[in-house]
């Protein structure tokens, strides 16, 4: 297979932007077979820190390790090992769904493109719109697409931004069936997101974004929407009095 890590390491990452910081000093570790779910309010940094481990924009200081590699050691063989789901889901409306896979699968040179490209279609449940325009699909339409554009190529490392946006319930339960699926191959899955309620059964590990800070995750026993709620007032609290005390 050439290229490949069984382990992703963010150690001590910060992010500035001019004045602004992103992301401060934030650690955290994965290894294959997890799903770490990314949480925050909008503006916490999770978009930030998808960028960074997409190797999409640098930390200012700190380092994302692969295995045993950074992003400018391992070069193309690493992105050849990503998968990334954004709020741009990077599809060409003018082209049939079928189309643009084929057109993925070129870029990335795979072998037997015809039979990826035909499971991909049968994961995404679009098999009978394969000769659609991709203009005419709903958001969960094209959504489901562009989750399957993300992993022809079988990364090891899933980055999802907003996964469950646009999906009904039905397509919710399917993309949750599907990432469990892909833990079991081992892949690296790290996904930002607001929906707790998904969440919560599909999660093996969390880490909690607030201004940029990763923050303590409660240990104790309860759904996952208290203990984020928990951890957001303390961190609240304790910014307060930080506050107080200068």
Do not use: W
């Not at 057109?103 to 009978?128: Q, S």
């Not at 659609?132 to 992993?151: C, K």
Request: contains cysteine.
């Amino acid at each position: 297979m050439g290229f490949d890590f069984d382990r992703l390491v963010v150690d001590d990452v910060s992010r500035h932007f001019g004045r602004r910081r992103a992301l401060s000093r934030v650690s955290l570790t994965c290894g294959a077979g997890t799903i770490l779910g990314l949480l925050g309010p909008n503006g916490a940094g999770k978009s930030t820190l998808l960028a960074i481990l997409s190797t999409l924009l640098a930390p200012t200081s700190g380092r994302v390790r692969y295995g045993e590699h950074d992003a400018r050691a391992a070069g193309p063989m690493l992105r050849g090992r990503l998968g990334l789901l954004g709020h741009d889901l990077y599809l060409y409306p003018e082209l049939t769904a079928r189309e643009n896979l084929e057109f993925f699968a070129r870029l990335y040179g795979l072998d037997r493109p015809r039979d990826r490209v035909d499971g991909a279609l049968a994961n995404a449940g679009l098999a009978d719109r394969a000769g659609d325009a991709v203009s005419g699909f709903s958001r969960g339409m094209r959504q489901r697409l562009a989750l399957e554009r993300a992993l022809l190529h079988g990364p090891r490392l899933l980055l999802l931004d907003e996964p469950f946006t646009g999906l009904d319930d039905a397509s919710g339960r399917a993309l949750v069936n599907r990432l469990r699926g892909l833990r079991d191959e081992g892949a690296i899955v790290i996904a930002a997101t607001h929906d707790l309620d998904l969440a919560e059964g599909l999660l093996d590990e969390v880490a909690i974004l607030r201004e940029g800070r990763l923050l303590a995750v409660p240990r104790a026993a309860g759904p996952l929407r208290e203990r984020y709620r928990e951890a957001i007032v303390e961190a609240g609290a304790a910014a307060a009095r930080e506050g107080r005390a200068r």
